[in-house]
C-alpha cells in the first residue's frame, strides 16, 4: 500500500484567512513533503521533513508554515495569503529521505 | 547541475498507436529516473522506475530503460487507450530531491 491521504480536496479562503492543509501516511515512511503545483508546470519543492524536522526549506515565503507532529502527519499552516498562491498542493512521501517518492491527490487552493 | 529535459508537448495520437515520449538527463553521481503520470484533476501517481544504468521499468504497459551512455529514460507504450491521455513527468533525484521535467501533455482519441 503506497497511499498518501490529503484534506482537504479542495480549499477556498480569503487573503485575510487562517486555513491548514493535512497530509498523512500510514506506511512507517520517514520523509516528507510539500510541493506547489501551478497548472500545466511541474510541481516545485516547498518543504522537506527528514524524521519529523524540518531538513529543506527552499525559500518559502514565511505565510507557509509547515508542521510534523508526528511521523505520520503533515500540515502546512496558510495565513495571509495572496492570490498568486492559488495552485495544487502536493504532499508526498518516501521510506527514507532520497527515496521513491509517493504522492497525494492534493489540495486545490484558491485564493480570493 | 541537474536537469530533466522532455519532448515538448502537447502530442496526440489515435487509441493503439506506439507512444514514445523523450526524457534526457543531466545529473552528477548516480540518480534514480522515475516516470510520474498525473490525470486530471489528481496528484502524481508513479509510473515506473529504474534505479541503475540498463535496467528496466515497466508497468500497465509503459517501459523505460535507464540508459547511461546517452543519458535517457524515453518512455514508450506499444498500443496507447483513451485512458492513458494525461500529463507524464520525467524526474531524477540525484541529491535526495525530485528533479522534474516540464511534463508532456499526451491526448489520445478513439
Known amino acids: 500500500d503506497t497511499e498518501v491521504t490529503q484534506t482537504p480536496k479542495h480549499l477556498v479562503m480569503g487573503m485575510t484567512n487562517k486555513k491548514s492543509l493535512k497530509c498523512e501516511q500510514h506506511?512507517?515512511?520517514?520523509?516528507m513533503y510539500w510541493y506547489k503545483q501551478k497548472a500545466k508546470k511541474p510541481p516545485e519543492l516547498m518543504f522537506v521533513?527528514?524524521?519529523?524536522?524540518?531538513?529543506i526549506n527552499e525559500s518559502v515565503p514565511s505565510r507557509f508554515s509547515p508542521e510534523c507532529p508526528n511521523s505520520s502527519l503533515l500540515n502546512l499552516h496558510l495565513h495571509a495569503l495572496q492570490p498568486e498562491d492559488s495552485a495544487l498542493y502536493l504532499c508526498?512521501?518516501?521510506?527514507?529521505?532520497?527515496?521513491?517518492?509517493?504522492f497525494g491527490p492534493g489540495t486545490r487552493l484558491l485564493v480570493l | 547541475g541537474n536537469s530533466v529535459t522532455q519532448m515538448e508537448g502537447p502530442v496526440t495520437l489515435s487509441e493503439e498507436a506506439f507512444l514514445t515520449i523523450n526524457c534526457t538527463y543531466t545529473?552528477?553521481?548516480?540518480?534514480?529516473l522515475f516516470w510520474y503520470v498525473q490525470y486530471p484533476g489528481e496528484g502524481l501517481q508513479l509510473l515506473l522506475k529504474a534505479t541503475k544504468a540498463d535496467d528496466k521499468g515497466s508497468n500497465k504497459g509503459f517501459e523505460a530503460t535507464y540508459r547511461k551512455e546517452t543519458t535517457s529514460f524515453h518512455l514508450e507504450k506499444g498500443s496507447v487507450q483513451v485512458s492513458d491521455s494525461a500529463v507524464y513527468f520525467c524526474?531524477?533525484?540525484?541529491?535526495?530531491?525530485?528533479?522534474f521535467g516540464s511534463g508532456t501533455q499526451l491526448t489520445v482519441l478513439p
Open positions: 524526474a531524477l533525484n540525484p541529491a535526495r530531491q525530485l528533479t
Open positions: 521533513y527528514s524524521y519529523e524536522k524540518l531538513s
Open positions: 508526498a512521501s518516501s521510506r527514507l529521505p532520497g527515496e521513491t517518492q509517493y
Open positions: 545529473a552528477t553521481g548516480y540518480p534514480s
Open positions: 506506511m512507517g515512511h520517514r520523509a
